[in-house]
């Protein structure tokens, strides 16, 4: 099995208009001794002309500036399709509401199709693994898994992508998440 373990930050919250600003996708692939990644984990700052929102900024720190001389986003979108194509599962936290649509939207805007690949969204299926099934952020999550967490280096797409995949790992490990083979 597969699995692309992802994070994107964006522009604002609004997954029909709003643009990604970075993307990063670790893959990983299920042997008898437990989760390996394949390679390094993929991470691209993206330029867009929209404007960042203030409180999106404040979240993720990443500027206008950072983004200058970054490849555009329908640059970057062919390596995300073939990587997503190759995978059993994608995986992010939230990514249900926010990743995966946004996603979505981001390919259509530029003129690419969707691929079609299963998705599996640490955020609601979490509820198992925290106190009195509450929704985990992903602070809460790795606190749950036993996965060290920083605030001052979360918000950051090839941080977040990290923990998260840490603590899926550690989840499916203590059954507190299921991922079947396709």
Not at 71 to 95: M, R, S, T
Not at 110 to 136: H, I, L, N
Not at 153 to 182: C, I, K, Q
């Amino acid at each position: 099995m597969i699995v692309a373990v992802l994070d994107v930050e964006s522009t604002g919250l609004n997954v029909e208009e709003d643009k990604i600003i970075e993307i990063a996708v670790g893959v990983y692939r299920k042997q008898e001794a437990g989760w390996r990644q394949v390679g390094t984990t993929w991470n691209e700052l993206i330029w867009t002309p929209k404007a960042i929102d203030p409180k999106a900024q404040v979240v993720h720190g990443i500027s206008a500036d950072d983004l200058k001389g970054k490849p555009a986003f329908k640059e970057v979108a062919p390596k995300l399709i073939k990587i997503l194509e190759k995978c059993d599962y994608a995986v992010a936290h939230n990514g249900y509401s926010f990743d995966f649509p946004i996603i979505a939207f981001n390919l259509m805007a530029d003129g690419f199709e969707v691929p079609q690949f299963e998705v599996y969204d640490t955020m609601v299926e979490g509820r198992t693994a925290t106190s009195m099934g509450k929704v985990p952020n992903l602070a809460e999550l790795c606190w749950a898994m036993g996965v060290d967490y920083d605030p001052e280096s979360a918000h950051r797409a090839d941080y977040d992508t990290d923990v998260l995949a840490r603590s899926l790992f550690e989840g499916e490990r203590l059954g507190y998440f299921r991922l079947n083979a396709s």
